[in-house]
């Protein structure tokens, strides 16, 4: 309930500083890329985690709030599987037991993703997916500008783990231009299959904060 709370006051904010525009995480980068899913070491029961595969994708990096240069924001990823029906939004959040629950203000996009609450798969299990930097890619940095060019090096990577076990690896290609950006709406909830579904409470409090901020972005 907590991060729900976080969640609805970042759109409160940005309720009161926009129009037209995004007010859950207005400040982003949308890039090209590929997802190599080499396949989770312990079964999942997700089909899309358990099995290799490659996919064509759409990544965003943003900030929250929209706080300028490095200085802290609720940083997010967004990643859309073109041909696969799922988009996968993941917030700077802890990593332990309790803080994995909460989103947490980072400086650097070089930090740990979490799905704040978790996925339920088609073995009726429940896990949490996350996302970090790759130890071999190029630095992504502090500002949206540093991941641009990061992106740029070809070699701009992130990791993805499921219950903390690396199932895949996100490389980021070309740089969409800042017009087809502000077209993009993810949504997590309508774009799941029934193997890998949102659950939890703040998942209908998302489901509610993307329709209206897609509906104000029409006005």
């Known amino acids: 309930m907590v991060a729900a709370a976080?969640?609805?006051?970042?759109?409160?904010?940005?309720?009161?500083?926009?129009?037209?525009?995004?007010?859950?995480?207005?400040?982003?980068?949308?890039?090209?890329?590929?997802?190599?899913?080499?396949?989770?070491?312990?079964?999942?029961?997700?089909?899309?985690?358990?099995?290799?595969?490659?996919?064509?994708?759409?990544?965003?990096?943003?900030?929250?709030?929209?706080?300028?240069?490095?200085?802290?924001?609720?940083?997010?990823?967004?990643?859309?599987?073109?041909?696969?029906?799922?988009?996968?939004?993941?917030?700077?959040a802890g990593t332990g037991p309790m803080t994995r629950h909460l989103p947490a203000p980072r400086r650097s996009f070089a930090s740990h993703y979490g799905s704040i609450t978790a996925y339920r798969t088609g073995d009726d299990r429940k896990i949490y997916l996350s996302a970090g930097p790759s130890r071999t890619g190029t630095p992504l940095g502090r500002s949206l500008g540093t991941v641009t060019a990061a992106a740029l090096t070809g070699n701009a990577q992130l990791v993805l783990c499921a219950d903390e076990q690396p199932f895949g690896r996100v490389t980021f290609g070309e740089l969409i231009p800042g017009t087809a950006d502000a077209a993009l709406a993810f949504d997590p909830i309508r774009n799941a299959t029934p193997d890998l579904r949102p659950t939890g409470a703040i998942h209908g409090t998302r489901a509610l904060a993307y329709r209206v901020s897609q509906r104000w972005r029409r006005r």
């Open 6 to 92: 976080v969640v609805a006051l970042l759109a409160g904010i940005r309720v009161t500083r926009s129009r037209h525009r995004r007010f859950l995480h207005p400040a982003g980068r949308s890039f090209t890329g590929e997802l190599e899913i080499w396949g989770a070491p312990a079964r999942t029961g997700s089909v899309l985690l358990d099995n290799p595969s490659h996919w064509p994708v759409t990544i965003r990096l943003s900030k929250g709030i929209g706080t300028r240069g490095s200085r802290p924001d609720v940083l997010g990823v967004a990643i859309r599987l073109h041909g696969h029906g799922t988009d996968l939004l993941l917030s700077t």
